[in-house]
Structure formats: structure tokens, C-alpha cells
């Protein structure tokens, strides 16, 4: 080899005349890496809001159609955020049943489908049953969906008993009233709430909630207004645009 022939890769000149590259600790990577958190969360919201089969997308019209653009957001985060805790917490779910249950969750709340004799969560699993019965779901299936629909105002679900109402409950709690925020990495609720804005939703389902609780006091509305839901719903902190202010969520008890 002559004298003025490239050191190998391996030599030490070769060694000295490639920089480093910048340890993950430097402040360049820590400068980045917040971008990069908010890019991976905005990636993941945007898959989310896309419905998984035809029959979830059927499902968004009949919200679509029916509910507030406000209520619609709030079903449309309600699946994003339970997807989201599934994934994180690997509960084995199944998609579409997920999806339409909280598309459909609270349609009990609005005027065609409100109920004066039971629940709004059972007048919504009602609707949802009887949706699922003209996509052609089983009956077993269409069951499942209204069950998902009417455990969500449940204190809590076990997760054996019913992974899908399970994260849904969790799910609904973050969005209305801020609980449990801790439980989901923070750059995804804040992706989440500017991909879906709240729009007002706090104020019309503290007023929706508060004339279920008034006209069916002995039912879940009434216990959860009394148990002081429209404190919680009014220091939510979505609606302060503080995802990083989401505190864990608190032991139930019975």
C-alpha cells in the first residue's frame, strides 16, 4: 500500500476524522425530542380518528347526525383515549365493538333518544342494539355492544369482567372530568384535544347530565351529579389546555 493511501476505517486517523455522533443525553437530542413526542402523538391520533371497519363508520354518521359537534368530539376522544390505554396497558380488545360503543355511548342524552323512565346510559345501549341489529351483528354481539354502552357510567369495570367498558369507563372519566389523566402519556391527550377540539362540550354535559340527575335522581346521574361531578367537570383540565396538569386516578370505593 503506498504511503499516502487511506488510513483504514479502523485506524486511529480514521478514528479522529469521523465525529461522534451526539450521546441521546446531549442537549441537541433533549432540545428534539419534545417535537418528536408531539410528531409520534399527532401520527397516532390521526390513525385513530380513522373508524376501523365500514360499520364503525356507519356508526360516526348516526352520531353525526344526531348528537352536537361538541358530543361527537367527545365520543370521537372517548375511542382514541380507550384504544389508546389499551395499547399502552396491552388489554386485547376488539376494535369495532370498542369503536361503536363510544361513538354511540351517549346518545341517550340527546332529544330523539332520550328516555324518561330509565337511564340514558340504558336508553343509549337500547339505540346502539338496535344499530347493531341493522348491520347485521349477531345477537350475542348486539348484546355486548349494549353492555359496553351501559357499564360506562359504571364507578368502575373490572377489566375481566368487560375489557371494552372497562377502558371505555376509564376513557369517558379523563374526557368529562379530567380523571385519571396520569394513566396516558401526555403528549397524546394534548395531540388529541387540538386534533379534536372540546368546543364547549364541559358546560352542555354539565347541563345534560344535571337534567338527567334532576328528572332520574335514583339513577347513575343522579349519584354521580351528587357525588360532585359538576365540580370535577368544571376543573377539568383538557378544557385548560394543561394535559401536563393530569393527576392519577383515585381508588374507588364502594
Not at 73 to 92: I, K, Q
Not at 135 to 152: C, F, K, N, T
Request: a negative charge; aromatic letters at 4%; charged letters at 20%.
Amino acid at each position: 500500500m503506498s504511503s499516502d493511501a487511506a488510513a483504514p476505517a479502523s485506524s486511529p486517523a480514521a478514528a479522529a476524522a469521523v465525529p461522534a455522533p451526539a450521546p441521546a443525553s446531549s442537549p441537541a437530542a433533549a432540545a428534539a425530542a419534545p417535537a418528536l413526542a408531539t410528531a409520534a402523538s399527532s401520527a397516532a391520533v390521526a390513525r385513530l380518528l380513522v373508524p376501523p371497519t365500514a360499520v364503525a363508520a356507519r356508526a360516526r354518521e348516526v352520531t353525526a347526525t344526531h348528537a352536537s359537534e361538541a358530543l361527537l368530539g367527545h365520543s370521537e376522544r372517548s375511542w382514541a383515549l380507550a384504544a389508546e390505554l389499551g395499547r399502552r396497558e396491552s388489554v386485547a380488545v376488539d376494535a369495532e365493538l370498542l369503536y361503536v360503543a363510544a361513538l354511540l355511548h351517549d346518545l341517550g342524552l340527546v332529544p330523539p333518544f332520550d328516555a324518561h323512565a330509565v337511564d340514558f346510559e340504558q336508553a343509549g345501549g337500547a339505540v346502539a342494539r338496535v344499530f347493531a341489529a341493522g348491520a347485521g351483528w349477531s345477537e350475542p354481539r348486539q348484546r355486548r355492544l349494549a353492555e359496553i354502552v351501559e357499564r360506562h357510567m359504571w364507578p368502575s369495570v373490572d377489566v375481566a369482567l368487560d375489557a371494552e367498558a372497562h377502558l371505555l369507563e376509564r376513557a369517558t372519566s379523563l374526557d368529562v372530568s379530567g380523571t385519571g389523566g396520569a394513566d396516558w402519556d401526555g403528549a397524546f391527550v394534548a395531540s388529541l384535544v387540538a386534533a379534536v377540539p372540546r368546543l364547549g362540550f364541559a358546560a352542555e354535559f354539565s347541563r345534560a347530565i344535571g337534567d338527567q340527575a334532576a328528572r332520574k335522581p335514583e339513577g347513575h346521574a343522579g349519584r354521580t351529579v351528587r357525588g360532585g361531578m359538576p365540580e370535577r367537570i368544571a376543573a377539568n383540565p383538557l378544557d385548560r389546555h394543561a394535559p401536563g396538569m393530569l393527576s392519577p386516578r383515585p381508588r374507588f370505593t364502594p
